[in-house]
Each structure stands twice: as structure tokens, then as C-alpha cells.
């Protein structure tokens, strides 16, 4: 069974750092590009960040540009946020996806397909 | 970044009603655009990649068309199951941007 398992998710004060994790099973890891994207309270979703398989490969919004730092352990079967800096309106549930790539008509296109569960990140003093 | 405007923001619909949202891009995206549906307190699930095609598992009364700027999620017959709400997303340009969401709710 295909699955990713976020951890790491609590509550820290404002200016404060955290770690994420999101472990995944049941499919190669190193093979696909993996994606944070994150709901604030009430809120609908935003994607966070991007990573190449293999890691070399980095994007962003433009709200954590500087602050968070995604990344990866092919070895590990792990996806990582780093996130520092946090602020109150970082508060949400962020979930881990894999980026499935399907090859239609010469062209790959993607979707996040499957999510983990979430983790909640709460920055309040 | 490329804004994604989802109409309506909620809708009441039965059971067996047939229910268009729509969502249209600021830029032209040609097909990259997928479609997501979320339960409460659940993450979310893909139903539609590259605007038209359907994910693999979902159920066949869920449909997508358009390309370009104008997309269209498609639910011919609603069942029980699929009061929920409804994000687009596209990924044709960084940064990858949602639709605000429609909920759907039981009329």
C-alpha cells in the first residue's frame, strides 16, 4: 500500500524553528517528486514547496521563500520541511503528497496522488 | 503567481442533481490543471489530472473539460459521498496555485 506519514507537527512560540517529517512506504521514494502543501484553519489549500526525486531541485512560495527549506533522504524514504522563522499565519495542517507523473500524449503531467494525514503546526505565544 | 477563481464558493444541490463548478485561471495554462476533493477532517483525494482526464479508482460521474483559461468540474449525478469540498490547481507555472474551493452541501 502506497502511504506517507507526516510527524512533527506542534505547538511553538512565534520566531521559533520546527521540523517536519513525512515518511513514505509502498512506492519508490527516489523516483518521484514530492510536494508540502499546507490549510490554515477554515482555510482552503496552498501549495508550500516542491522537490526534484533526486533533491537537486527547489521550489517555493513566496510567503516561506528564506524561511522554510524542503528536503529529502532517498535512503531514508523521508521528506522534510525545515521551517524557522514561523510567524502566526503559518499556522495549519501540512500535508506531504507525492507528484505522480502520468505520460499523456507525449507530455508528463502531474498530480498529487496519494496525501498523508497531515500534521498540525500551531505558532502562537 | 497565476490566481485561480473557483465559482460558486458553495452551492446546495440533491441527491441526483448534476453540478458544474468552474474554474478560470488569470493566464493561459493550456490543460495543467487537476482537480481535488476533501471531506472534512480528511486530506484531499485527486479526481481529474491535465483538466480532462480521470484519476484512476474515481468514479466515472466525475468529469473535467476545458484548456487554456476556463475549466469545468462536472458531477453528473450526485451521491451522498460527494458532499465535499472541491479545489482546482495548477501546475502549468511556480508557484502551483489552488482555486479558493467550492463547497458543496446537501440541499
Known amino acids: 500500500e502506497v502511504q506517507l506519514v507526516e510527524s512533527g507537527g506542534d505547538l511553538v512560540q512565534p520566531g521559533g524553528s520546527l521540523r517536519l517529517s513525512c515518511a513514505a512506504s509502498?512506492?519508490?521514494?527516489?523516483?518521484?517528486?514530492m510536494t508540502w502543501v499546507r490549510q490554515a484553519p477554515g482555510s482552503g489549500l496552498e501549495w508550500v514547496a516542491n522537490?526534484?526525486?533526486?533533491?537537486?531541485?527547489?521550489y517555493y512560495v513566496d510567503s516561506v521563500k528564506g524561511r522554510f527549506t524542503i528536503s529529502r533522504d532517498n535512503a531514508k524514504n523521508s521528506l522534510y520541511l525545515q521551517m524557522n522563522s514561523l510567524r502566526a499565519e503559518d499556522t495549519a495542517v501540512y500535508y506531504c503528497?507525492?507528484?505522480?507523473?502520468?505520460?499523456?500524449?507525449?507530455?508528463?503531467?502531474?498530480?498529487?496522488?496519494?496525501w498523508g494525514q497531515g500534521t498540525l503546526v500551531t505558532v502562537s505565544s | 503567481a497565476i490566481q485561480m477563481t473557483q465559482s460558486p464558493s458553495s452551492l446546495s444541490a440533491s441527491v441526483g442533481d448534476r453540478v458544474t463548478i468552474t474554474c478560470r485561471a488569470s493566464?493561459?495554462?493550456?490543460?495543467?490543471l487537476g482537480w481535488y476533493q476533501q471531506k472534512p477532517g480528511k486530506a484531499p483525494k485527486v479526481l481529474i489530472y491535465?483538466?480532462?482526464s480521470l484519476q484512476s479508482g474515481v468514479p466515472s460521474r466525475f468529469s473535467g473539460s476545458g484548456s487554456g483559461t476556463d475549466f469545468t468540474l462536472t458531477i453528473s449525478s450526485l451521491q451522498p459521498e460527494d458532499f465535499a469540498t472541491y479545489y482546482c490547481?495548477?501546475?502549468?507555472?511556480?508557484?502551483?496555485?489552488f482555486g479558493q474551493g467550492t463547497k458543496v452541501e446537501i440541499k
Open positions: 503528497t507525492r507528484i505522480l507523473a502520468v505520460r499523456k500524449s507525449g507530455i508528463y503531467f502531474d498530480s498529487f496522488d496519494p
Open positions: 522537490i526534484r526525486d533526486d533533491g537537486t531541485d527547489k
Open positions: 490547481l495548477q501546475d502549468n507555472n511556480y508557484p502551483w496555485t
Open positions: 493566464q493561459d495554462i493550456r490543460n495543467e
Open positions: 509502498g512506492f519508490t521514494f527516489r523516483s518521484h517528486w
Open positions: 491535465a483538466a480532462s
